[in-house]
């Protein structure tokens, strides 16, 4: 009795009577039963616990010790005197399934990470399918706007489309949506369907320099700041100098042509953190072009500019800065410099306020890992579920809840626990019961 105590306490089945487990090459099979008592008969309501017929049926459970776990359970059906028979109740197990409760769970927590389904399904010994079935039983709605908003665009090539899209909180660290497309009627669309006073509260929107983005943020986001992400506005510049280098360097022989693609890093590093010997070589290569010598000379010009602390000081230094770029000569800087003044309201607004897009391409790093790991998706809604899901662990304030996503009641019937009405806000929505049950499981196993 103290054996099989331990054991339904390892296996985690309450209520059940094992009799016998077996080790067949890498699984382990358990044949049980429920413990017989009285049923209500649905068809009458009278209680019965007279038995009509046995029947052995094979169910798959999450895999333990390194084996696959199969349960045999062999249930009963009753009979009732009004003739009805009905089969009984199985806690962890739903009517016409052949996995557990807790399988389905832990499928769904499996693809938390950047795994395809097929890796899944051989650790679980399930087809890909069934992984898929599972999955697509969650289902993520559109949150409400946070006051900040960071937008940009990732390679997914779902869907006919080879961009999407990327919505996130880059304050709080949540990835609010994916859409398919990125274009500006698309996106028009979309945010038109939020209410004018959620698009009001949004102080910030974040974006790189992509012009749909900016039209964007002025027709639907009067009271937010556009920001330019830092990272983006910068580049241009280092681009600028690359193609200043490579044009330059195809002028020398072989050999110096080599020196100074090597040494591409001491140009593009800030003159005043090199050491002495660097300055020595970098003097040596501008002294050998001086177009290249002038492109270093406003790289290094404009990268004084990160270091002012306040949006006036930028904006003087940046008007300096373009009105000279704009005379230099070298077509690059002044292309670049044009851009930085159709750009400069933007750029200068990330001066105000210390909100980026890292977490967005950090999310798309992930994404990337995600479809790499695929070999990529076809169905965007799956693919979108599978993104929001995979971020679905952070921790959402209380207005980021979408509507109607209020607290669900259920009354849970387990034996051991209260008969009380359990409130749980699920991180996803519910569109089967199935799943609903093994989200209640894992709550109350952990309490």
């Not at 094992?18 to 699984?27: L, Q, R, T, V, Y």
């Not at 199985?90 to 927590?109: G, K, S």
């Not at 800030?270 to 002294?287: A, H």
Request: hydrophobic share 35%.
């Amino acid at each position: 009795m103290l054996y099989k105590y331990f054991t339904e306490k390892l296996l985690g089945l309450q209520d059940v009577d094992i009799e016998k487990i077996e080790e067949i090459d890498n699984s382990i099979h358990i044949n049980c039963r429920l413990k017989r008592k009285p049923h209500k008969c649905p068809c009458c309501g009278n209680l019965t616990d007279k038995i009509h017929d046995y029947r052995e049926q094979p169910i798959k459970d999450i895999p333990a010790f390194c084996k696959h776990i199969f349960i045999h359970l062999y249930k009963r059906r009753y009979r009732c005197s009004c003739g009805k028979r009905f089969p009984e109740n199985v806690d962890f197990l739903p009517r016409y399934h052949r996995m557990t409760n807790r399988l389905a769970l832990y499928i769904i927590d499996k693809l938390r990470n950047e795994v395809s389904f097929s890796s899944v399904a051989r650790e679980v010994n399930l087809s890909v399918s069934s992984v898929i079935r599972v999955f697509d039983l969650v289902s993520y709605a559109p949150k409400k706007l946070p006051s900040a908003i960071s937008i940009d665009e990732f390679k997914g090539n779902t869907n006919s489309e080879k961009y999407q899209c990327i919505l996130t909180d880059p304050v709080n660290k949540v990835v609010l949506d994916i859409l398919p497309k990125r274009y500006a009627h698309f996106l028009t669309e979309y945010f038109n369907h939020f209410d004018k006073s959620q698009r009001d509260k949004v102080q910030f929107f974040v974006s790189d320099m992509w012009k749909p983005y900016s039209n964007i943020s002025s027709m639907w986001f009067k009271n937010a700041s556009q920001i330019v992400d830092k990272y983006h506005w910068i580049r241009q510049v280092i681009w600028a100098f690359e193609a200043v280098r490579k044009q330059e360097q195809k002028k020398f022989s072989k050999s110096h042509r080599r020196y100074f693609k090597q040494s591409r890093q001491l140009l593009l590093k800030r003159f005043d953190l090199l050491s002495d010997e660097q300055k020595q070589q970098v003097n040596v290569m501008l002294f050998t072009s001086p177009t290249l010598s002038t492109a270093h000379f406003y790289k290094e010009d404009f990268l004084k500019i990160l270091d002012c602390k306040d949006r006036q000081s930028a904006k003087t230094a940046f008007s300096d800065w373009i009105n000279s770029a704009l005379d230099c000569g070298i077509a690059q800087f002044v292309k670049c410099a044009n851009s930085m003044l159709n750009w400069l309201p933007g750029i200068l607004n990330s001066f105000s306020s210390a909100i980026t897009n890292g977490f967005t391409e950090g999310c798309n790093n992930k994404v990337k890992v995600l479809k790499r790991n695929a070999y990529g998706y076809r169905n965007f809604r799956r693919f979108r579920n599978r993104i929001l899901h995979i971020f679905s662990h952070q921790k959402l304030s209380a207005d980021s809840w979408s509507e109607p996503a209020d607290a669900i009641f259920l009354f849970f019937g387990t034996p051991t626990i209260d008969k009380e009405p359990l409130k749980i806000r699920p991180p996803f929505s519910i569109r089967n019961w199935e799943v609903f049950c093994c989200y209640i499981s894992e709550k109350l196993s952990l309490k």
